[in-house]
């Protein structure tokens, strides 16, 4: 197959017929897409670096499908994840790319949230973290661009399984945070077993206002309560959690926590978690994983609306985009009843 094609068909989930016409039952029928975290890793890094045109041209495609797809499906606001190590040239290419796409799309705002790679040694992370701090702050260029502004929270990614607490990049949070305002938002219990509490307990721990996944935290009751008195907001991604966890952790989407969460009084948002890695026709999956989460999941339309709120309440976006999203899911709940 052609590098382009091989683009192509990554982008599109083309080794999974997926599409938003199926029915949310062969989602849960289908095998699971993954072997494990680390065959998602290589297929997400040839996504980019597979790409004909070279990886600028590929990260300007996505910035073009992300907003693109955003308007299809409703999407206000997308905060997008990228990596913390980042040339001057990548940086101003991709607040160009964002320039190019609010004009095109004035209704949609994008926005990033720069990711730690936790398999990097602390001090590296610090020195590449201090660097993107100092062209923020300094070069002219950037300024005028208005990166400081885009990027609005500091992610944590990578194989749970292998270093799984946020503390060890505690001081880079706090960095991030004092320095630039940047809030804490790591990934913690997806996929760490027995210690997918203690992972969730870490990332309260540097100050986290919402989490990626975080539904382990489901088997200590301490902590599903310290969880509701915070107000830690969960990403819940369900069919990717159907489709990456290991043995021991696989279930189906009837089986998923979520409800239990959303009881428990748990903040949580829905998320697709790299829908073009796990057979979406969209850049965001988001109708895909919403029609999942009412026919396989369960939820009710009370449920959904509620994930929807959370997923502005918690979000980084303006206060006025937040208090017209709410009024609009709730003029939307009241013509289900």
Request: glycine residues 6%; contains cysteine; proline residues 5%.
């Amino acid at each position: 197959m052609k590098e382009k094609q091989k683009y192509d068909a990554l982008r599109f989930g083309q080794a999974w017929p997926d599409d938003l016409d199926e029915q949310p039952a062969d989602i849960d029928s289908r095998p699971m897409l993954f072997s494990g975290f680390t065959e998602l890793t290589a297929k997400q890094q040839s996504f980019v670096g597979g790409h004909p045109a070279g990886e600028a041209s590929a990260l300007s495609r996505l910035i073009d499908d992300i907003a693109e797809d955003a308007e299809k499906e409703g999407v206000w606001w997308t905060e997008v994840s990228t990596s913390l190590t980042s040339s001057k040239a990548k940086w101003l290419s991709l607040c160009h790319d964002l320039d190019r796409v609010h004009a095109r799309h004035p209704g949609i705002r994008l926005a990033f949230v720069c990711c730690i790679s936790r398999g990097d040694p602390p001090k590296q992370v610090e020195q590449e973290l201090t660097e993107l701090i100092r062209l923020c702050k300094e070069d002219s260029d950037l300024l005028k661009a208005r990166l400081g502004e885009r990027i609005v929270a500091l992610g944590l990614v990578g194989n749970e399984t292998i270093d799984s607490f946020a503390t060890k990049f505690e001081s880079c949070f706090r960095m991030a945070r004092e320095q630039m305002g940047w809030q804490p938002v790591p990934h913690a219990g997806e996929m760490t077993g027995k210690d997918g509490p203690a992972s969730v307990s870490s990332a309260i721990q540097v100050g986290a206002r919402r989490v990626g996944h975080g539904f382990l935290a489901m088997r200590d009751a301490a902590l599903v309560e310290q969880m509701k008195q915070c107000q830690l907001c969960c990403e819940v991604c369900p069919i990717s959690n159907r489709h990456l966890c290991d043995k021991t952790e696989c279930m189906s989407l009837a089986e998923h926590p979520l409800p239990d969460m959303l009881a428990a009084g748990i903040p949580c948002c829905i998320n697709a978690d790299d829908p073009g890695t796990f057979g979406s026709r969209t850049a965001h999956g988001l109708v895909r994983e919403f029609a999942a989460c009412r026919d396989l999941v369960g939820l009710t339309d009370e449920q959904l609306a509620l994930c929807a709120k959370h997923s502005f309440t918690f979000s980084f976006c303006p206060e006025d985009m937040k208090k017209s999203a709410h009024e609009q899911i709730e003029a939307w709940l009241a013509r289900k009843r």
